[in-house]
């Protein structure tokens, strides 16, 4: 286990392609092949991605449906603080 990353979370999403885009933090959105984050400043600025893989290498497993989250919604996320 690597500290101050994030290894599983649990999302909303429309399609297995839809979920590989959705980052666990909420401020953070994949564009141009990088995360980008927009802080709680309001400015963006491109996130490390040294605590998510990009969208590529992410593991997508259909685990139910539901309506009651909009597409797009974290609904849990696991991370590793150090």
Known sequence: MEYETYDECVVAAENEGSARQIHPHED????????????????????GCDVWPYPAEVKVKLIGTSSAEPAGTVICASYNAG
């Not at 953070?28 to 996130?47: K, T």
């Open 28 to 47: 953070v959105f994949h564009s141009d092949g990088s995360w980008w984050s927009s802080g709680n400043n309001g400015n963006v600025y491109r996130e």
